[in-house]
Nanobody, 125 residues
């Protein structure tokens, strides 16, 4: 069982930056792929970014390419999402997710079976 806890959300003006972090309760380094998803009211969770167990196999949603950077520290069992040039459309609850990594790439919510409680990000115009 893996428990995930997000932090770092908040209110920021458009064009600003935030850094989200996800801490895992169990040893996820070198075994679990991890990802970030965004959910807004009335919609399903949308893929934002994912990273493989070794820090490779990185994927980004088209909407965040060039603005967001996903990374992980396997020694600390943490993952981060650096969000720059934020837009109002980035507003919502960001969820950290994890799954056993079989070496593929994972970009759908159904691919992941462990989730954090979410952290709110609000970008004002």
């Amino acid at each position: 069982q893996v428990q995930l806890v997000e932090s770092g959300g908040g209110l920021v003006q458009a064009g600003g930056s935030l850094r989200l972090s996800c801490a895992a309760s169990a040893r996820t380094g070198y075994t679990y792929a991890m990802g970030w998803f965004l959910q807004v009211p009335g919609k399903d969770r949308e893929f934002v970014a994912s990273i493989g167990r070794t820090g490779s196999n990185i994927l980004y949603a088209d909407a965040v390419k060039g603005r967001f950077t996903i990374s992980r520290d396997n020694a600390k069992n943490t993952m981060s999402l650096q969000m720059n040039s934020l837009k109002p459309g980035d507003t919502g609850v960001y969820y950290c997710a994890a799954r056993w990594d079989y070496g593929g790439t994972y970009s759908h919510a159904d691919h992941f079976n462990y989730w954090g409680q979410g952290t709110q990000v609000t970008v004002s115009s």
